[in-house]
């Protein structure tokens, strides 16, 4: 592989007009085309194979009144008065009524009607409207809540005020705002610091952001074939961001370093491609992978996240591999570093750290494990849920309606469950459904019956329940399951098979296969883990103790995260708006993303190691000169990535907030704790049986040359002058 990507950097250097123009035609043409074709981003959930799913489609087909969304119409009378004085009445119902000419609206539920039970408040103050809306209501949604909130003005008139709420009022889409900038800004000065120049700072920014820009554009250009919600550009957007930062540096990090040792600038450039490049190509494929097996959730919103984000990875490894070497050609000399002194002064640090580290092995691998081991207790608590309109900003009125109805009227209420039964011909579709309901109703964890309906055939029951807790809570989800599990006996009493669904039972049964998918997905990336790393370092110890290390870090950024937003600690600082379960698929991509970016710095900094011991066969030697060549390149890599994540905390929205701390934590502890404290020690510890490999096993494994090898055979054979290892 270092064969071909030397050649690939000589020619992207020699034809560096040719590629700048290639990749700047390719982000205006994917810009245009997003532009003009994209159809912007869907907030549909689809889950196929559950049984939530399977109801829904079933309403959608036979009872398609009650198959779209729901909004909730909070009206508060005025203090020290009644939401049942005929004033407030009259307003709330002449509300309702204009809200059901609205375009859109399929029905209201008029919380006054001698039929609906539970809708007023028991203090009085309180009176609770639902509006159903259409199937297709996501396509006008902005102009929906408009109409809405406009025909409530009689109760506001009437001196009542009013909050609107459920899944038409959802959660905030997640959107870019400058607090995400000053990851770009920190990342910026990391550069310079490493480097000591800015023209050089400069470059890994420009790659990446044009890279960014190429994935962004694509991705919304697959808009109208694909459904991408808000959450999967933001994500790209950030991952995109970190690695491709990252990758330029390591990149442009060699070719310094070259140069300062006297190499020809277009012969630097093809041998940092080639070299460090490798380990670009390789550290990328273990991200794409990682994202890519996100699919093994079996969630289409989950697999077109990875999908697109692996994307963003992609155009990142291309843009280094070949947009980078030409803009170092149109660079030439004046990357020359400044600095001439040797690599004892440049690396004196990482050497007295590392002395440090090795000094006592054995206690630096004990306190490291015990300390990572203590930061992950609190994810024993971790709990996972969708986000609901809890989490939404305190002033909202999807929150303050939320917290309204939840103060007056019970947890339960902003977690209503449908139950759907089929009804058997040749009954009175009313009478068994008043049997049914009354039946439903009496299931232990369920507050009562909000409202029951027939569809227009008599063949379609839909009985609406108010759970006595919170839709995040295990009670809740144990209640689904309790009246999933009483199909059979009401099968035998009343003839009828019935299914639940609505958006709390979905965002159940998401978590439910979220959390079944974890073990799997962890196999598959631990497992990939020890094959690749194998592959790369030929060694046993080494992949093992790399996967270990993830484990460690994975341990503790659950850890971390559980203490924020289950535990509550620091979470008024992070602006965490409520504390409680995270995002549902938090867990399982935090494991995907940060098993490639550990996998990038366990490469980045052993294949240094490495390469010195295939050089010197010494190995406490290539321990000493491999880490002071990768620790700087790893410590300001992870310092970028650290600050990219962070930026996305303080203002992220509630479903990008616990992803991006997890992040944060995970890639701290991963490069500065695992791999710049444990992983020196445990090699230490090994000696030269670090590298050691079965002959067996050395035969059938691929061969990946990520070191170079290779290619130093060759330059070794064509150039022995200029020749020397680097």
């Known amino acids: 592989m270092s064969t071909l990507l030397y050649a690939l950097g000589r020619r992207a250097y020699r034809g560096r007009r040719l590629v700048l123009g290639l990749w700047v035609l390719a982000l205006i043409a994917l810009a245009v085309g997003a532009a003009t074709l994209g159809t912007g981003t869907k907030e549909e959930f689809r889950i196929p194979g559950t049984a939530s799913q399977e109801a829904l489609d079933d309403l959608s087909d036979r009872f398609p009144e009650l198959s779209g969304g729901q909004a909730q119409l909070v009206a508060v009378a005025p203090e020290g008065s009644s939401v049942a004085t005929p004033q407030m009445q009259q307003a709330v119902q002449t509300s309702l009524a204009a809200i059901a000419q609205v375009d859109g609206v399929t029905a209201v539920i008029d919380p006054y009607n001698e039929q609906v039970t539970g809708a007023i408040s028991a203090d009085g103050q309180v009176a609770l409207g639902t509006v159903q809306v259409s199937a297709d209501w996501r396509e006008n949604a902005e102009a929906l809540r408009e109409d809405i909130e406009a025909a409530a003005q009689p109760i506001e008139a009437a001196g009542g005020t009013v909050e609107f709420g459920g899944e038409v009022f959802a959660v905030a889409l997640p959107e870019v705002t400058p607090t995400e900038a000053l990851g770009v800004v920190v990342a910026l000065v990391v550069l310079i610091v490493t480097f000591g120049s800015i023209l050089a700072a400069g470059l890994p920014l420009l790659t990446a952001l044009l890279g960014v820009g ?13 459904d991408v919600s808000s959450t999967v550009p933001l994500l790209a957007l950030m991952i995109g961001l970190a ?10 990090s060699r070719h310094r370093d070259q140069l300062r040792e006297g190499l020809e600038p277009e012969e630097s450039a093809a041998r940092a491609v080639a070299r460090a490049g490798s380990a670009v190509v390789f550290a990328g494929l273990t991200v794409i992978i990682a994202l890519v097996g996100l699919a093994v959730a079996d969630i289409p919103f989950l697999t077109v996240m990875g999908v697109a984000a692996a994307g963003a990875v992609l155009v990142a490894v291309l843009v ?15 990357l020359v570093p400044a600095d001439k002194g040797g690599a004892q002064d440049r690396h004196r640090f990482a050497n007295a750290w590392l002395r440090t580290v090795i000094r006592r092995p054995v206690v630096t691998v004990l306190l490291v494990v015990v300390g990572l081991g203590l930061l992950a207790v609190p994810a024993k608590d971790l709990r996972l849920a969708l986000p609901d309109n809890g989490t939404a900003a305190t002033e909202t009125t999807q929150r303050q309606a939320f917290d309204l109805v939840a103060e007056h009227f019970g947890p339960g ?11 058997p011909a040749g009954t009175d579709p009313q009478q068994l459904l008043g049997r049914l309901a009354q039946d439903l109703g009496g299931t232990p964890g369920v507050l009562g019956v909000s409202s029951a309906a027939v569809n227009a055939d008599g063949d379609l029951a839909v009985v609406a329940l108010v759970p006595a807790s919170s839709a995040a809570s295990q009670e809740t989800s144990d209640l689904v399951k309790a009246i999933r599990d009483r199909d059979a006996e009401l099968e035998q009493k009343y003839g009828v098979q019935i299914g639940v ?25 631990v497992g990939l883990s020890l094959v690749l790393l194998g592959a790369v370092f030929r060694s046993v110890a080494v992949p093992i103790k790399a996967a270990l290390g993830y484990l460690l870090s994975v341990g503790a950024s659950f850890g971390v995260v559980a203490a924020v937003f289950e535990w509550g600690w620091l979470a008024e600082a992070f602006g965490v708006q409520r504390v409680g379960p995270v995002i549902s698929f938090m867990p399982i991509l935090l494991m995907g993303v940060l098993f490639g970016l550990a996998m990038d710095y366990e490469v980045f900094l052993v294949a240094r190691i490495r390469e010195e011991f295939v050089r010197t066969g010494d190995a406490r030697k290539a321990l000493h000169l491999g880490y002071a060549g990768g620790s700087r390149v790893v410590t300001a890599a ?33 490069a500065f704790v695992v791999r710049m404290i444990l992983v020196p020690a445990v090699l230490a510890l090994l000696g030269r049986a670090a590298w050691w490999i079965p002959g067996w096993l050395d035969r059938i494994l691929p061969k990946l040359d990520v070191e170079g090898e290779g290619l130093q055979k060759r330059l070794e054979q064509t150039e022995p002058k200029q020749a020397s290892p680097v």
């Open 413 to 423: 209420a902003n977690a209503p469950l449908l139950v759907t039964a089929d009804l």
């Open 638 to 670: 992870a310092l970028i990535m650290v600050s990219v994540f962070a930026a996305f905390v303080p203002e992220g929205d509630s479903q990008i907030k616990p992803i991006a701390l997890a992040l944060a934590v995970g890639v701290f502890v991963d």
């Open 243 to 252: 690695v491709g930062i990252d990758y330029a540096l390591l990149i442009v």
């Open 214 to 226: 190429v994935a962004m554009a694509a991705i919304f250009l697959a808009t109208p074939v694909v």
């Open 501 to 525: 669904t609505g958006q709390t039972a979905m965002a159940i049964d998401v978590s439910d296969r979220l959390a079944d998918a974890l073990v799997p997905f962890g196999i598959l990336v």
């Open 320 to 334: 280094a591999i070949t947009l980078l070497p030409a803009l170092l050609g149109f660079l030439g000399a004046r």
